[in-house]
C-alpha cells in the first residue's frame, strides 16, 4: 500500500504541470486567455475519455491492474514530456495535455481499485488516502514551479521524470486480500441515481464539489498572484502565487486521510457538509480579501484549499456504501466520469469569465458550487435520521 500511495503523487504531479508554469509560458508565448484555458482543460477531457474506455473494456479486470497503471503513467509521462518540443500554447501542446489526462485515467482509478483491495470496513480512510496522495501530487507541480524559478522547461522535465518513477514503483505494490473484479460500466445503474436517494444526493453533493475544485487547483496561482500583483512587483507576485497554490492543494491533500478516518467513524455525510461550508465560506473572503494584505490573502487562499478536497473521497464512499455490490464500479465510474465532465467547463471558463467580470466576482460563482452541495448532503443527512 506504501509504494502504491507513493507511485500515485508521483504519478499525478503530470496533471497540473502545464498550469503551474503558465505564467512563464504566457511571458514566452504571449497566449489568450482561451488558449490558457485548454492546457489545462484539455487534461479533464483526457480524464474523462480516459476513464470510460478502461471501464467499457474491462481493461483493469483483463491484466494485473499494476501494469496498466505502470503503462499508463509512463505514456502520460512522455505525453507531458512533449511540451519541451511543441509550440507553446500549441495544438501539439494541447492534444499532448488530453493525452496526459487520458494516460492518468490508467492511474488514479486504477490504484483506486487496487487499494480497495484493502479493506472493507475503512472505505472511507483507504478511499482518502489516496484521495490525499493524489492532491500532494498534484501539489508538487506547483512546488517545482516554485522553485524552478521561471525555467518552465526544467520544471517539464522534473515532472516528467517523477511522473515516469512512479510507473516503476507500482509494480512493486501488492494486491490486498480483498482484491477482486470489478463490474464493467452498465448504462442501467445511472438509473439509480433518479430513483434512490442515498445515491441521488451524494451524487448532487459530489457535483457541487466539482464545480469548484479543479477551477480553484487549476487558478490558484493565477488568483493569488494576480491579487498580490496589486502591492508587490509582477516577478514577485508570480513566485508567491506557485507558492499559494502550491501549499494550499499540498495540506488539502494531508487532511484528507484524517477526514476519511472521521468519516468512518462519525458520519461521511457530516465531513462532507462540514468541508464545504469552509470551502465556501473560503472563497467568499478570498473574494473580500481580494488585492488587499498580501498576508490575509495568502492565509484565506490556503484555507480554501484545506476545506476544498477533505469531502472528495467521501462523496465516492457514499455512493460505493448504498450501491448494489454489482453495480457499484458503473456508478463510480458514471460519477467520475459527470464530475469531470464538468471541470472541463469550469477549469476552461475560469480565466475567461475572470476576465469580463474579475476575479472576485468570479471566486464568488465558484462558492455557489459547495454551497449546493450543502444543501443536497444536508437532505441526506435528515434523510438518514428519520429512515
Known sequence: MTLLVISQMCAMSLW???????????????LDSVRQALMTSMVQAGF????????????????????????SALGAAMANAVLLHASIGGDAAVAARFATGALLAGVYP????????????????????LVGALTLGS???????????????????ATSLIGAAGGLLVLGSGLGPHHARAPRFTP??????????????????????MWELYAMWSWAAAIASTSYAMSLGPADAAQ????????????????CVPAGMFGDRFGKAEVTIIAMIGSSLAALLTAASFGGPVWLTFALIVLWGIAIVPDS????????????????????????????????????????????IGWPLLICILAIGPALGVAAMWGMRRASQYS
Open 16 to 30: 497540473f504541470t502545464a498550469a503551474a508554469v503558465m505564467p512563464d509560458m504566457v511571458r514566452e508565448g504571449a
Open 48 to 71: 474523462v475519455a480516459g476513464a470510460l474506455a478502461i471501464s467499457i473494456s474491462g481493461l483493469a479486470d483483463r491484466y494485473d491492474p499494476r501494469m496498466i497503471a505502470a503503462l
Open 110 to 129: 486504477v490504484g483506486m481499485k487496487i487499494a480497495a483491495g484493502w479493506g472493507l470496513r475503512d472505505r472511507g480512510a483507504l478511499v482518502g488516502i
Open 139 to 157: 501539489a508538487s507541480s506547483y512546488f517545482a514551479a516554485f522553485l524552478g524559478d521561471r525555467d518552465w522547461r526544467s520544471v517539464v522535465i
Open 188 to 209: 442501467a445503474a445511472v438509473l439509480l441515481i433518479a430513483t434512490d436517494r442515498r445515491i441521488r444526493l451524494p451524487f448532487l453533493g459530489y457535483l457541487g464539489h
Open 240 to 255: 508567491l502565487g506557485k507558492l499559494t497554490a502550491a501549499l494550499a492543494i499540498g495540506l488539502g491533500g494531508l487532511v
Open 313 to 356: 473521497a467521501q462523496f465516492s464512499a457514499l455512493i460505493a456504501d448504498a450501491s448494489p455490490p454489482h453495480l457499484t464500479g458503473s456508478l463510480l465510474t458514471f460519477q467520475t466520469a459527470i464530475g469531470f465532465a464538468l471541470t472541463i467547463l469550469t477549469v476552461q471558463a475560469t480565466p475567461v469569465v475572470a476576465s469580463w
